[in-house]
């Protein structure tokens, strides 16, 4: 019977002490042997039907760890491009509450607009900060600097209580942090990270009624019937969420889908507590060598201040880590062992 240690064993063979997931994932070794299968049938001049298969997979697959049928989920290529959709579909003069310092992805869309109102506070203060007159509260689940997880939960009551729309960026905890894209309006996550796949898709969760949504970028995969759409104007839109996809990266979603299946068969339950510990065991080591990293309990990110610059050292050892504004960035994810953290404790201490 496999269990979580041997289904991860048997799918990563890093060659160096890899804890960098909050830049990028490693691929399994499923998706690196999809990756070689969908250039193989370009090259070879097979039908790509398979691998337009791949897309529609992968987005039934992150709609079950999202939670939401998967009608609700649109297939892109990054969140900044998502955010741009939301972006577009404000009035002028909207305010927008954003959290200070979040990834630029989730905020500079808004801010390019040039006719909104951008606010943006504190994170521990984001929930207090909603008002009446707030349209749209935008987010990240996780900070991709210092892996603080917003309170989600107080979020969500305050923008019902004022009639402003939620916008949650998962790249960051999708994988590992349990994910309710339901309880949202709109949610979005890259692929690339704690899900494990290559670079270039970037799913977003919308409202049955599409939010306001208008499908900017829609070309012909974004029609109820594509192939009969390929040529002039899209007569009918999809039905679905489909109608704000883009064209998509077949190789990227090829692979996507192999990385999706390998988080379902683990569980991300299983995955949170795994990071949890090694997260925690690094923290109460960082401790013993006199050292606090900055406040996020709960999170699979941890940040050092003051070791951002040991990054190149530790690289140098065979350690994977990153320097972010002077911080050294450790995230532990589910092919990380206590190993790993005991090695990377001990360069610290030299």
Known sequence: METFESLVRAEFRPKNTYLNTASSGLLPARTVAALHEAAAIRAEGRPLDPLFDDVEAARAAFARLAGVPVARVAAGAS???????IAASLPAGAEVLTAEDDFTSVVNPFHVRGDLKVRAVPLERLAESVRPGTALVAVSAAQSADGRVADLDALREAAR?????????????????????????FTVATAFKWLLGPHGAAFLVVP?????????????????????????????????????????ALFTYTGVRR??????ELGVAAVHAHDLALADRFRTGLAALGHEPLPAPGSAIVSVPGLGARQP??????????????????????????????????????
């Open 208 to 248: 049955e009624d599409f939010g306001g949504l208008s499908p900017l970028l829609a070309g012909w995969v974004a029609a109820e019937e594509p192939w009969n759409s390929c040529y002039g104007p899209v007569a009918e839109l999809a039905h679905s969420a489909r109608r704000f996809d883009v064209s998509p």
């Open 161 to 185: 209580t004022h009639g402003a729309r939620t916008y949650v960026d998962f790249s960051q905890a999708a994988g590992w942090l349990p994910m309710d894209a339901e309880a949202y309006d």
């Open 79 to 85: 969140v900044s491009s998502q955010t741009g959709l």
């Open 313 to 350: 050292e530790l690289s140098r050892a065979g350690i994977e880590v990153s320097n972010r504004a002077g911080n050294l960035r450790a995230s532990f994810h589910l092919y990380n062992t206590e190993a790993d953290v005991d090695r990377l404790l001990d360069v610290l201490s030299g």
């Open 259 to 264: 990385s999706l299946a390998l988080i379902e």
